[in-house]
């Protein structure tokens, strides 16, 4: 059984189901939370007899679907992993405990999430200010190897299309990092600027429409303020 929800709902999906699990079930939690969350999780899937896998996958699920490289862990791995091998799942074991996978995808989750905001942000500053083509060609002589302007392109693309669930997942991120001790603020405001530009992706505007964007987001950002 897998368990494929939005991150916020995550924990609220499971107690939907542990009523129906029975003992020798697994449940296979995709889903891109804390490892905290995923030990709460598990927890309350093994309370009822029934196994819990935590798996992250770490890759666009289309188009490769189950051959997306994934990495799972928990006290199940003995039983689960013969039969992700048996169906072709693309996959690495990180340990016995959960949380172990899901904690290699909200660290990475940070760079990679951060990468498109800091991306967005200066691109949305550079048309705002007026110096959109010095910005993108000083940023292609400097970072030359990342492909510009596709890769601003594409950044954008994705940023606008699923914004508002990268977002619930940049907050649990933020959890990962302040358990740890470290700055969850950094990972709440990548979180912040993925949630605005999902909502504008929402209403149609493109990629292409810079100046369009740029200033739907300082109008939002100003009735927000």
């Known amino acids: 059984m897998f368990s494929a929800v939005t991150a916020d709902q995550s924990y609220v999906a499971l107690e939907a189901i542990v009523p129906h699990l029975r003992p020798g079930?697994?449940?296979v939690d995709i889903n891109s939370v804390s490892p905290g969350r995923k030990r709460k999780s598990a927890e309350l899937v093994e309370n009822t007899g029934a196994m819990y896998l935590d798996m992250a996958a770490m890759a666009p699920v289309h188009p490769r679907g189950h051959a997306t490289p994934v990495i799972v862990a928990g006290r199940c791995?003995?039983?689960a992993c013969p039969v992700l091998r048996k169906l072709s799942?693309?996959?690495f074991e990180a340990g016995n405990e959960p949380g172990q996978a899901t904690a290699i995808k909200m660290v990475r989750s940070l760079f990679v999430k951060g990468l498109?905001?800091?991306t967005v942000e200066t691109l949305l500053a550079a048309q705002a200010s007026g110096c959109l083509e010095e910005i993108l060609a000083s940023l292609s002589?400097?970072?030359p190897g990342l492909g510009w302007p596709d890769f601003a392109s594409y950044q954008f693309e994705r940023i606008l299309r699923h914004g508002k669930r990268r977002a619930a997942e940049m907050q649990?991120?933020?959890v990962t990092?302040?358990?740890l001790g470290l700055n969850g603020r950094?990972?709440?405001e990548i979180a912040a600027i993925h949630e605005l530009m999902g909502s504008i992706g929402e209403g149609g505007i493109s990629s292409q429409d810079l100046a369009d964007l740029a200033g739907e987001a300082r109008q939002r950002r100003s009735e927000g303020a």
């Open 25 to 27: 079930q697994i449940v």
């Open 77 to 79: 791995c003995t039983v």
């Open 89 to 91: 799942f693309d996959f």
């Open 116 to 118: 498109e905001a800091i």
């Open 141 to 143: 002589k400097s970072y």
């Open 172 to 174: 649990e991120s933020a």
């Open 177 to 179: 990092l302040s358990a």
């Open 186 to 188: 950094l990972a709440e």
